[in-house]
């Protein structure tokens, strides 16, 4: 008797194989497809975009808007939240119940201080130490107070960059 090989039937991996090369097929001639027309077409509505973009004439051409010009920043200056006081004994008050524990704005509320709102040019005028510096603002009010805020004696680079840019 002959023998008769069976073939025998596909197993999963073998069908698996075939199913990627179907898919990775499939994914390449859509590619291709897509670029073609792409290229071809520029996408929907090529041909559209292409009648529709006729320059429009208007009567007066308005010229480019030009940049305000920089104002430059104050300095020395306070910065908001900085504290000013009305006398420089209002000023140790409020260091002393600060450091006695009393928060900022308690301490703010029983003492002649108050926290400056916006940004304001000062003038030095007379200093008690690293932390306490009497000044007076620049503005309209031309107020005299007392600060114990830090005031470098160099101004920081935005104010030297600012200054620079209006030369």
Do not use: F
Not at 21 to 34: F, P, S, Y
Not at 95 to 107: I, K, L, P
Not at 140 to 165: C, R
């Amino acid at each position: 008797m002959a023998h008769v090989e069976r073939r025998r039937s596909p197993g999963n991996a073998a069908a698996a194989r075939r199913l990627w090369r179907v898919l990775a097929m499939a994914l390449l001639l859509l590619d291709a497809v897509a670029s073609a027309h792409a290229q071809i077409g520029r996408g929907h509505g090529g041909r559209q975009k292409d009648q529709q973009e006729t320059p429009q004439r208007t009567p007066q051409q308005s010229p480019a808007p030009t940049p305000p010009p920089a104002v430059p920043e104050p300095w020395p200056r306070l910065d908001a939240g900085a504290l000013l006081c009305k006398s420089r004994d209002a000023l140790v008050s409020y260091q002393t119940q600060v450091a006695d524990g009393a928060s900022a704005a308690t301490a703010r509320k029983t003492s002649d201080c108050r926290a400056i709102e916006k940004q304001i040019g000062i003038q030095i005028l007379d200093s008690d130490g690293p932390s306490r510096t009497q000044v007076v603002t620049t503005d309209e009010s031309k107020q005299t107070g007392w600060t114990n805020t830090y005031l470098p004696s160099t101004p920081p680079p935005s104010v030297i960059k600012g200054a620079g840019a209006g030369k």
